[in-house]
């Protein structure tokens, strides 16, 4: 079966040569929603903290990759957001579910409006699954940085608590779903959504846990 990085993550973590740079990438898809919400400093400013605050060598530029291609399986980690419409066809379905079998990641941020779109194209994907919600002990929220209380709110939208979800394939966490909470806002820059110090900094914490974890865990649950 054709894993996700498997020479990148093994020099990363055995040589004593500079780790060699791999990029993480930003999932385009159909249906009409905003796949490039964060576009502009998100997942860059968060690539900046993981390298400042975990030791990684994650190159500086994201990338852009659609649902549907083979490139994905170049990206150990694929984060995906939006507002509104998200459509995956048979082929991009089928797509991303060799990628997340094969050992790849999937970080989905609803920005709110997106969650009733994601879940039945999730479910497309992995029919045979459900998203579950991780208990504040999941070991995704103790990594570098510990969130005893689980997912940390950025963004007030319907008074509701923040939530992370997974769906677990054969006992590994492949897609981590995060809702209630916006926290690619979180990552933008300070002037783009005039969030306070604290709330970008738990978000890029908590963004660099899940980087941590899908590319650094011996054995992610």
């Known amino acids: 079966m054709k894993k996700i990085a498997v020479v990148i993550l093994f020099f990363a973590l055995t040589s004593f040569a ?3 740079s791999f990029q993480i990438a930003l999932l385009k898809y159909n249906g009409g929603g905003d796949w490039y919400a964060n576009l502009a400093t998100s997942l860059p400013n968060l690539i900046k903290f993981c390298n400042e605050n975990l030791g990684t060598n ?7 990759v659609d649902a549907g291609s083979p490139e994905i399986f170049n990206y150990p980690f694929v984060h995906m957001t939006g507002h509104g419409n998200v459509v995956f066809s048979d082929q991009e379905a089928q797509n991303l579910r060799n990628y997340l079998i094969a050992g790849g990641f999937l970080h989905i941020d609803d920005n709110y409006g997106m969650d009733k779109f ?5 479910k497309k994907v992995f029919p045979e699954l459900e998203l579950i919600e991780l208990p504040f002990s999941h070991p995704v929220y103790h990594q570098k940085f510990d ?11 319907d008074d509701k608590a923040a939530q992370g979800f997974g769906l677990i394939y054969e006992g590994r966490l492949v897609c981590y779903y995060s809702v209630e909470t916006d926290l ?4 933008e820059s300070p002037e783009v959504h005039g969030d306070s110090p604290d709330a970008r900094d ?3 914490k908590m963004g660099a846990n899940l980087v941590q974890f899908a590319l650094m865990a011996d054995d992610p649950q």
Do not use: S
Not at 58 to 64: F, L, T
Not at 118 to 122: A, D, F, G, S
Not at 184 to 187: T, V
């Open 184 to 187: 690619g806002d979180g990552w």
């Open 58 to 64: 994650i190159n500086p530029e994201q990338a852009v």
């Open 18 to 20: 500079p780790a060699p």
């Open 202 to 204: 738990k978000a890029l």
């Open 147 to 157: 969130f005893k209380n689980g997912l940390p709110k950025v963004h007030e939208h």
């Open 118 to 122: 994601i879940r039945p194209q999730m």
